[in-house]
């Protein structure tokens, strides 16, 4: 993986390499990107059939704590 943000934009703090992980139902995932609007299922899951997806890798800064994130497959 290659390192896209080595500075802060905001403070020139270190930027860390991490995930958004997500917790549910027991199971834990990487974040997602998705193409296009949301849109629910009858069930008020997000329908996800058919949709471009890629997993977020998401920059942290160890000084002042923004983020930067990136959706690349
Ligand atoms: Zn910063």
């Known amino acids: 993986m290659d390192q896209r943000t080595s500075a802060c934009p905001k403070c020139r703090g270190s930027m860390q390499l991490g995930v958004i992980a997500d917790t549910s139902y027991g199971t834990i995932h990487v974040s997602t990107w ?28 160890t000084s002042c704590g923004y983020l930067e994130s990136y959706a690349k497959p």
């Open 34 to 61: 998705q193409e296009g609007p949301p849109e629910m299922n009858f069930l008020g899951s997000l329908k996800v059939r058919g949709k471009l997806r890629i997993g977020i890798t998401t920059y942290r800064c």
